[in-house]
């Protein structure tokens, strides 16, 4: 936010004030070179040469998937795992301009680019996990296959990422100066939101609905028709999670992009948040008491697989909700966060035991992990993060008003 | 639970007493929540109670329906069917004049054609006709006609080289690992005791046959057990001690019973004598 | 829904299936009756006419010629494993990208220690799950009974090998640019062509019959009742997930030589389709719901605006 003198060349100081925030680009670069930059970068580059090995020898070279195992970490993380910490958008979008709650304005700006990243980068591990990416467009435009659970979510991801990247514009119109396109994207909000959230609803449970097609594949204590439901619900406790977390690291690492309202509201924000996650993960875990009736499969419980089913649901569902409860009564906005934290984890856990552990799980030889897939997931996730703060320090997310000399 | 009906009427009991149970926590969980000051455990024990109440009917309900296991009741005990594999064996030769001279009704063989003798592969294409699976395939329709009448009447051959006289079954190169001995039949053909017999729908298998789909496998546990300690010489009634377990020799296993002296040389030996 | 990890089948068990399965076909049959294109719902009755295998496993002596068949009829690679080579059995193997079908040996109780022998490939099923996974069409029932692939419509999402309750669609992960979804066709080639499937002419024990799935049923009862102590009277298939062309009879307990008897009676499409009439639903009902909710919650921040400057002369919002 550095005054600069009038250049004629206006191009040029466009991207020096846009790009390279005021520097010039020798500096700009200088500035990468910190520690963690050159990590990430060294990460990435890795990433992008198995990419490279996944498409000239075949996924084989980086995933461990087989015909019993076909969906690895690539889909268990990149897909059920972002799509439910993605659920920011909807979660506090409704809030905000369905439910009428203005104290999550500060918010939600963040929550929705974490939602567009989320579902973004999705469909970038969805690039690399499809044996023909190039034909991603195909049930959308080429040919349909209606029966198919997987069908709708494809449509709903492309409907759901392009109004989260309208819901963002107003941001992006913003930053770029484009007052008019501001203000008609400003006008779309609530169509967007309603449109939104009917997406989610749909998604989120469409994920689990997946699964439904697989009764004896999937471990009875996690099979259930329920499972829309269960990860519906689930969606919410991570968006809501998902928030918390990433407010609280945005208001330490990143502070400087934020206004004073912004960072101020954080832990009144936190404690509302955490008080209705902890109301969510209670109802999630009351569904998932439910699906065990349901399927009348309480002796499973003192098999191996149900000792893990109870770790997942007493420890990482129920045990969040009684912490949560006691941080609100406690007004303790750290272990609200920490909390969330455990929530997040929770739901990850959950995701991938569906995807990944208890798929197949009277198979043998099921190989879950390897290492490329997962340094794949790390470098894609890396560039999430860098992507995102790359935004954060130039677009309006973390502050109501852009800098002075743009108002 | 015997019936569809009967499991859905429980779940669901239970799915309701849970669910009930449920609310009143949370209701619990709200109250506990939100409400700050005093007044707290007024607001929250019933709930509690009553929660914990619906709770505990659930888990007895699920006590008193305890599943059992039945007992699975086992198969019958099914045999395998070793039909002719036909192209090892070739084409038959078939002597239509012998059979004139045998009977005098052309319908036994030349069936639902009234008067006329049509030949067999008139009707009976060489792969079974799928709009009519009543129907064989001429090979099978030979062979349960022809085999079948000879059986019966005990007159013509029954054995697969009787008729395939230009078999091309590779002669038997396997031997048995534990008595060298290259004759299957032999042993397993003939009713001798202690050893397992050929099934009887194995009964037209020569020794070449076997080998196709028999492969004796080496055990190296019974391998060992064989090596004698002492010499034959001298010792030929092996069951005097070894049936009875005198002077700590050891017993016949459960497997070898029926088997003669005269079959104990076949496999056991002194070890500078083991293949 | 009792799952695999529930009771052992037992007598009572297999006549609830039978009653599910007539629940099931009633359920399926009895409401709608309109044959929906997009949603691929047919009636099970119609899978009547399609083609189909009947494989007997009291024949089946595994000599592993029908894999070698298998191969010749579709020009795949030779067998890693040549047919001699009875070693394969010592583990359970499953359909790969090379071979559309594989047969295994399992051990039974009988007296003088024989294997039972089954022969693993695509069940094609009446109404695939792997069809209704396929979200652009790849896989689908063609009306002559076979399951087929189609490779250029495939983009490669591994659904199909997700939903399949048999396992048996497999994936070409070692190709990069053109990976197929490999699995056994009923070689549709050549039943176009009026011929039999490779394996079906192969097999020289007669273990394999090739024919209309009615007539098939109709041929498995009446061994069955030829031979009641040879066949445990029940085919395998005429019902399983919705039934499937390719049927099994059995002198041993189908559990135990690699047929899962817990897949229930209903058709696996069914499974999603309660899900997916719920999309339309929520389409309909939650603009309402929403809007509702917004134009609530606008009235009231207009109401509590309203009457913010009527008592304090301005607005102080959090």
């Known amino acids: 936010m550095t005054q600069h003198a009038a250049h004629v060349d206006t191009s040029s100081s466009w991207i020096r004030d846009k790009i390279f925030q005021g520097l010039s680009p020798g500096e700009y670069l200088k500035s990468l070179l910190t520690g963690i930059n050159v990590v990430a970068g060294l990460v990435i580059i890795a990433g992008l040469a198995l990419i490279v090995l996944r498409f000239t020898q075949g996924l084989e070279a980086i995933t461990g998937a087989s015909h019993d195992q076909p969906w690895g970490l690539l889909l268990g993380v990149g897909l059920f795992c972002a799509v439910p910490l993605s659920a920011t958008g909807y979660v506090v979008g409704s809030a905000v301009y369905l439910f009428g709650m203005r104290q999550y304005r500060p918010v939600v700006k963040n929550a929705v680019l974490i939602g567009f990243l989320g579902y973004l980068f999705a469909v970038v591990f969805l690039l690399i996990d499809l044996g023909r990416p190039w034909r991603i467009y195909y049930p959308l435009f080429v040919a349909y296959g209606p029966a198919s659970v997987m069908f709708l979510v494809a449509w709903h991801v492309a409907l759901y990422l392009s109004v989260q990247f309208l819901e963002f514009s107003p941001d992006l119109f913003q930053w770029l100066g484009l007052r008019k396109l501001r203000r008609w994207a400003r006008k779309l909000t609530v169509g967007l939101t309603i449109f939104g959230v009917i997406l989610s609803t749909l998604h989120q449970s469409a994920l689990g609905a997946m699964y439904l097609l697989t009764p004896g594949k999937l471990h009875p204590l996690w099979y259930s028709p329920y499972l829309p439901w269960l990860f519906f619900v689930s969606s919410i406790a991570a968006g809501l999670a998902m928030v918390i977390v990433v407010s609280a690291l945005t208001g330490r690492f990143l502070a400087i992009r934020a206004d004073a309202p912004y960072l101020a509201s954080l832990d009144y924000i936190t404690l509302s948040l955490g008080r209705g996650a902890a109301l969510v993960l209670f109802t999630y875990f009351g569904l998932k008491l439910l699906s065990i009736a349901h399927g009348n499969h309480w002796n499973l419980l003192a098999t191996p697989y149900g000792y893990w089913f109870l770790f997942e649901i007493l420890g990482l569902v129920l045990l969040p909700s009684i912490l949560l409860l006691i941080a609100t009564r406690m007004n303790s906005v750290p272990l609200v966060r920490y909390t969330a934290l455990l929530t997040l984890v929770g739901i990850l856990v959950n995701r991938l035991n569906v995807s990944l552990f208890v798929f197949n799980w009277n198979l043998p030889h099921r190989e879950w992990f390897h290492w490329g897939e997962a340094l794949v997931v790390v470098a894609v996730i890396t560039m999430e993060i860098l992507v995102y703060r790359w935004i954060v320090n130039r677009m309006p997310v973390l502050r109501a008003h852009e800098s002075p000399e743009d108002s | ?275 | 829904m009792k799952s695999r990890a529930d009771a052992k089948p037992n007598v009572s068990r297999r006549s609830f299936l039978q009653g599910a399965a007539a629940a099931g076909a009633t359920i399926a049959m009895g409401g709608n009756l309109r044959k929906s294109n997009a949603a691929n719902i047919q009636q099970v009755s119609d899978s009547d006419g399609h083609a189909g295998v009947l494989v007997d496993l009291t024949r089946c002596i595994g000599c592993r010629i029908c894999e070698a068949a298998c191969v010749a009829a579709n020009d795949l690679p030779e067998l890693e494993a040549p047919v001699e080579d009875k070693t394969v059995f010592e583990s359970r193997r499953r359909t790969d990208t090379r071979t559309y079908t594989v047969v295994n040996r399992y051990a039974t109780s009988d007296a003088l220690g024989d294997p039972v022998y089954e022969k693993v490939q695509c069940m094609h099923c009446a109404e695939p799950a792997c069809a209704s996974a396929c979200l652009v069409g790849a896989l689908h029932k063609t009306p002559e009974g076979p399951v087929i692939y189609d490779q250029d419509l495939c983009i490669g999402c591994r659904y199909c090998l997700i939903a399949c309750p048999f396992n048996i669609p497999t994936y070409e992960y070692d190709r990069a640019l053109d990976p197929k979804v490999q699995k056994c066709h009923m070689c549709y080639h050549r039943i176009s062509r009026g011929e039999l499937p490779g394996c079906v002419a192969e097999c020289p024990v007669d273990a394999l019959t090739y024919g209309r799935r009615r007539d098939l049923i109709k041929l498995a009862r009446n061994r069955i009742r030829q031979y009641p102590d040879r066949y445990i009277d029940h085919i395998y298939g005429e019902h399983e997930a919705g039934g499937t062309s390719w049927l099994y009879i059995s002198g041993a307990p189908f559990d135990d030589v690699g047929l899962p008897t817990d897949l229930g009676t209903q058709p696996f499409p069914v499974y999603t389709k309660e899900f997916l009439s719920f999309v339309p639903l929520v389409l309909v009902v939650w603009p309402a719901l929403l809007g509702g909710m917004y134009l609530m919650s606008r009235a009231r921040e207009q109401e509590d605006d309203t009457e913010d400057i009527h008592v304090h002369g301005g607005s102080e919002r959090p």
């Open chain 2, 1 to 275: 639970m015997d019936t569809l009906l009967e499991f859905i009427q429980f779940t669901k009991a239970t799915e309701y007493l849970l669910a009930v149970a449920f609310l009143f926590g949370f209701i619990a969980f709200w109250q506990l929540l939100w409400h700050r000051g005093r007044g707290l455990l007024v607001r929250v024990v019933p709930s509690v109670v009553l929660s914990t109440g619906f709770a505990g009917l659930t888990v007895g309900l699920l006590a008193t329906n305890a599943t059992e296991q039945p007992q699975v009741p086992q198969p019958e005990k099914p045999f395998l069917s070793v039909t002719v594999l036909a192209k090892l064996y070739g084409p038959a030769a078939f002597d239509h004049d012998a059979h004139l001279r045998l009977t005098d009704d052309c319908a036994f063989c030349h069936h639902k054609s009234g008067e006329a003798t049509p030949p067999c592969k008139t009707c009976h294409t060489p792969e079974h006709d799928p709009q009519n699976l009543a129907k064989p395939a001429l090979a099978h329709v030979y062979h349960v006609r022809c085999i079948g009448c000879h059986k019966e009447n005990q007159i013509g051959p029954t054995v697969c080289a009787g008729c395939h006289l230009e078999a091309a079954v590779p002669p038997l190169t396997l031997k048995h690992p534990l008595t060298d001995i290259a004759d299957c039949i032999g042993c397993h053909g003939s009713d001798m005791p202690g050893i397992p017999l050929m099934p009887p729908d194995h009964a037209d298998a020569t020794n070449g046959v076997c080998q196709l789909c028999h492969k004796p496998q080496l055990d190296p546990e019974a391998l060992a057990k064989r090596a004698m300690p002492h010499e034959i010489e001298g010792f030929e009634e092996c069951l005097l001690c070894h049936g009875e377990g005198i002077a700590a020799a050891p017993g016949v296993p459960e497997d070898h019973t029926g088997r003669t002296n005269q079959m104990c040389a076949m496999c056991h030996m002194v070890p500078q004598q083991i293949p």
